[in-house]
């Protein structure tokens, strides 16, 4: 037993030993089998472009055509959407009316509906819009829309505020025709 104790404490400090004692610098290429130290053995995050020939990486073959920016002629166009332009157009709609078909209690109430629209410059189409409302327990949104021929927003507003009108704002987002063409 002694005998057994006295070669593993050999075995385990010898190569205690080297590991402890080795000079700095003295494993390298030589001294390593093929493929012995891989990327999946490498911790991540350790290596530094110190560490890697630069010379020696090549492109990524779906990202070749990326270099040459095959796409440009799609700058080209959108060089043409130089400005957008926003159109704020205010509305109102009037206070709504007691519903004479329901006499409650309580009693039903029919909203008023009115609209706006807010058109786009000359020489500008319409590429998107929305509507805001100043009271959202009151007042909802029944419909927001471009008009036909592109040159406008329009939104329709109700309003179940037997008391009050209320406002709304309507916005159109209008580009240059030659970009939106």
Request: proline share 7%.
């Amino acid at each position: 037993m002694v005998v057994a104790f006295i070669a593993l404490f050999v075995a385990i400090g010898g190569s205690s030993y080297a590991v402890t004692r080795l000079p700095r610098n003295s494993v390298g290429p030589t001294q390593l089998k093929r493929n012995a130290v891989t990327g999946a053995k490498v911790k991540n995050r350790s290596l530094t472009a110190a560490d890697i020939k630069v010379a020696s990486l090549t492109g990524v073959a779906s990202a070749a055509s990326a270099t040459n920016a095959t796409n440009a002629a799609h700058a080209t166009a959108a060089a043409g959407l130089d400005r957008v332009v926003y159109v704020n157009q205010p509305g109102s709609v009037g206070p709504g009316a007691p519903d004479p078909a329901d006499p409650g209690p309580p009693q039903g109430i029919i909203a008023t509906v009115g609209g706006a629209s807010a058109t786009c410059p000359p020489g500008t189409f319409v590429v998107g819009g929305g509507v805001g409302v100043d009271d959202n327990t009151n007042t909802a949104v029944v419909d927001s829309f471009p008009e036909p021929g592109g040159h406008a927003w329009t939104a329709r507003i109700d309003n179940s505020d037997l008391s009050a009108a209320h406002g709304f704002a309507v916005v159109a987002v209008c580009v240059a025709a030659a970009a939106a063409g």
